[in-house]
């Protein structure tokens, strides 16, 4: 009956064990650091959930033609530390966001990225990616110094 219970647990674990880390990805798994995207649009929702957040915007392309995405961030708690909060996130705020596109291109139901910083209309700008493995080091393609 020990040996049964044992058994029972362990099993249990397991299957925790695998949805948790299925759940979780390397960036490069994902994302393709070859292929930096720069978006410019309004906030449309903001997901705080884990492992990573998610920002949905609308983003104006050239000719006024806008195309939804969604892009990943860090986890919600990271993100909370580096100053981004659902009061600075609102909905219908205007932002860019530079980031790097998702290896599969298809955009249906939207267009998918890997979020790296966001610029506010201001022009202040805060870290909203993510450091984990396969990640692209600080700073981004064409920039002189590291944002």
């Given at each position: 009956?020990?040996?049964?219970?044992?058994?029972?647990?362990?099993?249990?674990?397991?299957?925790?064990?695998?949805?948790?880390?299925?759940?979780?990805?390397?960036?490069?798994s994902e994302f393709d650091i070859d292929k930096p995207i720069e978006l410019r649009?309004?906030i449309t929702r903001m997901e705080w959930v884990n492992p990573h957040t998610w920002?949905?915007?609308?983003?104006?392309?050239?000719?006024?033609?806008?195309?939804?995405?969604?892009?990943?961030?860090?986890?919600?708690?990271?993100?909370?530390?580096?100053?981004?909060?659902?009061?600075?996130?609102?909905?219908?705020?205007?932002?860019?966001?530079?980031?790097?596109?998702?290896?599969?291109?298809?955009?249906i139901p939207k267009c998918r990225g890997s979020g790296r910083d966001i610029t506010?209309?201001?022009?202040?700008?805060?870290?909203?990616?993510?450091?984990?493995?396969?990640?692209?080091?600080?700073?981004?393609?064409?920039?002189?110094?590291?944002?």
């Amino acid at each position: 009956m020990k040996q049964l219970r044992t058994l029972i647990i362990l099993m249990g674990l397991t299957v925790l064990l695998q949805s948790s880390l299925r759940s979780h990805h390397a960036f490069s798994s994902e994302f393709d650091i070859d292929k930096p995207i720069e978006l410019r649009g309004v906030i449309t929702r903001m997901e705080w959930v884990n492992p990573h957040t998610w920002l949905h915007m609308t983003a104006t392309l050239e000719g006024e033609v806008t195309e939804e995405w969604m892009l990943e961030g860090g986890t919600p708690n990271t993100l909370l530390r580096q100053g981004l909060t659902d009061k600075i996130l609102q909905i219908g705020t205007e932002i860019l966001v530079r980031g790097y596109q998702s290896k599969d291109p298809d955009c249906i139901p939207k267009c998918r990225g890997s979020g790296r910083d966001i610029t506010f209309l201001d022009g202040s700008n805060i870290f909203m990616g993510s450091s984990g493995v396969g990640a692209p080091p600080g700073g981004f393609p064409g920039d002189n110094e590291n944002r």
